[in-house]
């Protein structure tokens, strides 16, 4: 499934985002659990902080949101839009 597909089917455009990313970025939890355009993954699974990457260009400004746009599901939405951590203005100053 491509990025754009995912994120029609599962409402990411235009519940969250206005326009698909041109890019994917990378989430990995311990274990070898990664995310990937609409896996479900437990709480157990993602209890642990992620390792997050992607193709950056240095020195641009970035926030990163994990939100969840239909907490606790999507047939029972009561906490739109959960938000689960941010990290604003951050600046990539070189990539590994």
Known sequence: MSVE?????YQVVPDVISMVPTKLIN???????????????????V??????????????????VMTDPDAPSRQNPKFREWHHW?????ILIFMI
């Not at 902080?49 to 970035?62: F, N």
């Not at 941010?86 to 951050?90: A, G, L, Q, S």
């Open 86 to 90: 941010y990290v604003i203005t951050f």
């Open 27 to 45: 989430v990995d939890y311990s274990g070898g659990v990664k995310v990937n355009l609409g896996n479900e993954l437990t709480p157990t699974q």
């Open 47 to 64: 209890k642990d902080e992620p390792k997050v990457s992607w193709d950056a260009e240095a020195k641009s400004l970035y926030t990163l």
């Open 5 to 9: 597909e995912a994120f029609k089917k």
